[in-house]
């Protein structure tokens, strides 16, 4: 599963159209422009924020349980947490996890035309758009899938200063 959001910049679309239409490779430029999207979308996963520049919703407690839980020492023997539990949560951001793959995993695909990023990782979509309680169905036993509400986090998408920086790089691109 990919997924993959569509940019519809109409005066960017036709700029770009009467550039193929004249014949100029635009291929070099599509894969210099998905490299700076990969780069920014990276930059997300540490500020925590959408490309609209608002703040993802914060882990749910539950999330931060599991977490801990993944680590040996989180917890004193009282069940309090310990000095190491508490470090590891102070680090803990959204959409991070203990391998961070899906920050790690953004690609990019370009031709003469159009350059698409996107992550190809099957959770990447509920993670972007978000799910609701049991919208994938329920486990054998009967709980449901996801067991809670999933708020979207998006990730994949132009921010202003993205946008305002391929038109940059496509002006110095066409100065060439």
Known sequence: MKVELKVDDQKMQ???????????????????????????????????????????????????????????????KDGRLSKRGASRLSGKKPLIGETGR???QI???????????????????VQQFGAARGSFGTTKHGSPVPWGDIPARPFLGLSAEDTAEIGARAAAYLAL
């Open 14 to 76: 036709e700029a770009f159209s009467e550039l193929v239409a004249r014949g100029t490779n635009l291929r070099p430029l599509m894969q210099e422009l998905g490299e700076f999207l990969i780069e920014t979308t990276k930059q997300r996963f540490e500020t925590s924020t959408a490309p609209d520049g608002s703040r993802w919703a914060p882990n749910a407690p539950a999330t931060y349980l599991a977490h801990l839980g993944a680590f040996k020492g989180s917890f004193q």
């Open 102 to 104: 899906l920050s790690s």
């Open 107 to 125: 690609s990019y695909r370009a031709d003469g035309q159009s350059v698409e990023v996107g992550s190809g990782l099957v959770y990447s979509a």
